[in-house]
């Protein structure tokens, strides 16, 4: 896979939002076609006692959100912060494959990866891609938008980390063909 897409659950904000759920998937955008996916879901109380911070804005938010997207990481295997961190970066590595060409895309880029950067930090981590190849999900469907692209209609579960993330490949694949066509 060329790409990658990354989506957190949070209670909070850049750049330590406490992290409930991590979601990724391999991609390739020319063909739309998915690879491996990781679904993981984080302890609350571990992503507080490492420093994430949960915002009480946040925590409201969360109580108006469809019950279903909450249960998607409120889950009994939810790991600690640091298991999910090794099995990210284990995932990332050994699953994905990924290398400096590989586009790491969020939605936005400026929370998800800001917040799972400062996530592996603490774990004593680093993130395993460069800033270079971070993309922006909004950016290529407003560039698109103004190219004739039509949004699609979401049929995908909101704020569930994965099922974002599947919504922003198709999102990204469709502008990646307005574009080059």
Request: one cysteine or more; hydrophobic letters at 45%; charged letters at 25%.
């Amino acid at each position: 896979m060329t790409d990658l897409m990354i989506d957190l659950e949070t209670m909070g904000r850049p750049p330590r939002g406490a992290i409930v759920a991590i979601g990724a998937v391999g991609f390739n955008i020319e063909t739309g076609q998915v690879g491996e996916v990781l679904d993981l879901a984080v302890s609350l109380v571990s992503s507080s006692e490492m420093g994430m911070k949960i915002d009480p804005r946040t925590v409201l938010w969360w109580l108006d959100q469809d019950k279903e997207a909450v249960k998607t990481w409120l889950r009994p295997d939810a790991m600690d912060l640091t298991a999910a961190c090794i099995a990210f970066m284990d995932w990332y590595g050994k699953t994905l494959q990924a290398d400096r060409k590989t586009r790491i895309w969020a939605k936005g880029p400026s929370f998800d990866l800001v917040i799972l950067q400062s996530a592996l930090r603490r774990c004593k981590m680093g993130a395993p891609w460069h800033h270079r190849q971070e993309r922006c999900v909004r950016t290529i469907i407003d560039q698109a938008t103004q190219q004739g692209m039509v949004e699609l209609e979401r049929t995908e579960l909101r704020h569930s980390a994965v099922e974002d993330c599947l919504y922003q490949i198709k999102q990204v694949h469709l502008a990646w063909g307005v574009l080059n066509r």
